[in-house]
């Protein structure tokens, strides 16, 4: 089973700033890794698939980068709205993929 | 616009069964594979079923290790998950999702299992 670890587990950042998130796979993945963002009491949101694509209705501050192992999401200027928890998944093998464990952004 | 609405969600005793639906409309439900993942309190996400377009391949977790069914009916536009010999360790908030291309695309709001005596 690949294993999906996400650093940092929260992330306080000011408004306006950016917020860089990391998730390693324990093996390659090519590029087969998306996110997805929990707002405090709602369901997961796509945000991000193949790495680097940019789901429906995302805002440009969201960006994702990496292959391989290494994978980062960036929000480039942090919103209030953007507070979240945010997961990786890949899903290199399939089904189901492996979820990371999550990283929970909030605003400093 | 995509609309996922569960339910059947309640407390149920251990050893006991429930059956969640979840209701599909403004999309094409043929045309999706649907999965339930769960997510127990103050927990990460936890994949649970899938089942494709057709209904004819179903996969599970682990964890299932039999207790669970999933399906779905085509006319009704609604998937379900038979859950039966319920521990204390399934109580979650219980998720449907849409997927193409191994994506999650929409999730609903959730449904709460509980399983407690």
């Known amino acids: 089973e690949i294993v999906m670890t996400q650093s940092p587990a929260t992330l306080s950042v000011s408004p306006g700033e950016r917020a860089t998130l990391s998730c390693r796979a324990s093996?390659?993945?090519?590029?087969?890794l998306a996110w997805y963002q929990q707002k405090p009491g709602q369901a997961p949101r796509l945000l991000i698939y193949?790495?680097?694509t940019r789901a429906t209705g995302i805002p440009a501050r969201f960006s994702g980068s990496g292959s391989g192992t290494e994978f980062t999401l960036t929000i480039s200027s942090l919103q209030s709205e953007d507070v979240a928890l945010y997961y990786c998944?890949?899903?290199?093998?399939?089904?189901?993929?492996?979820f990371g464990q999550g990283t929970t952004v909030e605003i400093k | 616009e995509v609309q996922l609405v569960e339910s059947g969600g309640v407390v149920v005793q251990p050893g006991g069964s429930l059956r969640l639906s979840c209701a599909a409309s403004?999309?094409?439900?043929?045309?999706?594979?649907m999965h339930w993942v769960r997510q127990a309190p103050g927990k990460g996400l936890e994949w649970v079923s899938l089942?494709?377009?057709?209904?004819?391949?179903?996969f599970y977790g682990d964890f299932v290790k039999g207790r669970f069914t999933i399906s779905r009916d085509i006319r009704k536009k609604s998937l379900y998950l038979q859950m039966n010999s319920l521990r204390a360790e399934d109580t979650a908030l219980y998720y449907c999702?849409?997927?193409?291309?191994?994506?999650?695309?929409?999730w609903g709001q959730g449904t709460l299992v509980t399983v407690s005596s």
């Open positions: 193949g790495a680097s």
């Open positions: 998944h890949q899903y290199s093998t399939w089904p189901p993929g492996t």
């Open positions: 403004g999309f094409s439900f043929n045309d999706y594979t």
């Open positions: 093996q390659s993945l090519s590029s087969k």
């Open positions: 999702a849409t997927e193409t291309d191994c994506i999650f695309r929409s």
């Open positions: 089942i494709t377009r057709d209904g004819g391949s179903t």
